[in-house]
């Protein structure tokens, strides 16, 4: 048995294609009542010597809403490999997280949680407590929302949490972004045992990227993220 988690893929038309990862920077805004509070840059990088993928990302409060301090910094690198057990049906494609880091600056606070891949066990590290997660915990976070697009149903760790997130696909439209009108798929994320759930816009053309994101409280819209700069 392969120690990677395994997703099944059956290409039709009502299902996603698999997209592996390609370097580049984006930068969100974010909105709420049509204000901007906050912004968040975001870069995606291969390490060829580790052979692992990185994204950072850095989001922080902005005008006058920096006056009230609140950066965060998570970084998350992960083992990507595909393959294909026959090139017109079936694709399987395996993730695995070998470092996470989260820190969150709040006016004098600061709060660091790290994971670490270690004898193929992801462990978390936050307030001076280790914790040990069960092996199909296999990514975190980060890297599940970046490959919501081609998930179902996956356990993850959550900053140190072991949560259960439901991928769904709800439509597919074509929107006005900095990149042009393009063609997207939504996909909703949903947390076992949260209030809270996440509408992604994934643009089809440019590797299934996150263009417009929309976080609800139950049904309510919380905030919205939309990319505002795009490099590759």
Known sequence: MKNLIHFFLILTASTMTLSSPVEYEATYKFTKSGVNF???????????????????????????????????????????????????????????????????????????????????????????????????????????????HSLKKVKVSDKGRERVYTFSVIGKTKIDSILGKIDTVIIRKEIEGSKRSTITWYAQERNYLPIKIEQYRLNELRFKAEIDEYRR
């Open 38 to 148: 906050a912004k968040s840059n975001h870069k995606m990088i291969y390490n060829n010597e580790l052979d692992v993928w990185c994204i950072n990302t850095e989001s922080k409060t902005i005008g006058i809403f920096s006056l009230k301090k609140d950066v965060r910094e998570e970084k998350s690198c992960f083992k990507y490999t595909s393959s294909s057990q026959n090139e017109n049906t079936n694709k399987e494609f395996d993730l695995m997280t070998v470092d996470y880091n989260y820190k969150r600056s709040k006016s004098n606070e600061v709060s660091i949680i790290t994971s670490q891949r270690i004898k193929n066990m992801l462990i978390t590290f936050a307030d001076k407590k280790s914790i040990n997660h069960a092996k199909e915990i296999k990514i975190d976070r980060l890297v599940a929302q970046i490959f919501g």
